[in-house]
Every structure is written in C-alpha cells, then in structure tokens.
C-alpha cells in the first residue's frame, strides 16, 4: 500500500542535512553550476535506501550502499519521486556459461560412432 499524501515523501533527516551541508561547502556550485552542467564536486554516501528522491537533490550524487559497498548514482530529473534502492542493486546477475560451438561440427561420441546408419 502506497504512503498517504498528507504525510508527504519520506526522506531521512540526516540525508537532508548532507545535501544542506554540501550546499553551504560549495553555494557557487549549488546556485548555478549544478544547472549548467557542471559535475558534483562531491559524493554524498548513504544508507537511506528507503528515501525519497527530491527535485533539490537534482545534479548531486549520492553513493547508495548495496549491502556490500556504495554503488555511485547521479540523480537526473527522471529519477524524482522514486527511492535511491531502486538504482542501487543488492544482487548479481548470474552469468550462465556460454556454450562453445566454435567448430560448428557435431561432436560424436567415439562409443556409438560405428553405429551410424546411412
């Protein structure tokens, strides 16, 4: 079941107080720069999965751990209103062993060979 509105988005107060502290580090960067492209002079590392995406953390990063490390995301504009664990994945993929068939020739097992019958 989805949150209620009136209770708004819930973000954690020390992730705010992280972006906040970033914005007075480098008010330049946050004022104008993060809106023409310039990079993020920082990473911001959280545990906040669960936090929703504001439109101010538009252009920041953020190193969301996965359980393991802390997988780097910079937000886009895209990405508001969804929670930072969506982009941070805590499993693997598995990687299935390709066959190898570069021969191309069908392989004949060496026991039942002089049984072909043509």
């Given at each position: 079941m989805p949150?209620?509105?009136?209770k708004g988005p819930y973000v954690a107060?020390?992730?705010l107080r992280d972006v906040i502290d970033l914005a007075k580090r480098h008010p330049a960067w946050w004022s104008q720069g993060r809106f023409q492209g310039v990079k993020a002079p920082e990473i911001i590392n959280t545990d906040c999965r669960s936090s929703v995406i504001l439109p101010d953390f538009l252009h920041c990063k953020f190193?969301?751990?996965n359980g393991?490390?802390?997988v780097p995301i910079d937000i886009k504009e895209?990405?508001?209103g969804h929670k930072l664990g969506?982009?941070?994945l805590t499993k693997?993929?598995?990687v299935h062993k390709t066959k190898d068939n570069s021969t191309g020739a069908?392989?004949?097992n060496p026991k039942t060979e002089y049984l072909s019958f043509a």
């Open positions: 949150r209620s509105v009136w107060v020390n992730l190193g969301v751990h393991k490390d802390y895209a990405m508001i969506e982009f941070s693997k993929q598995p069908k392989r004949i």
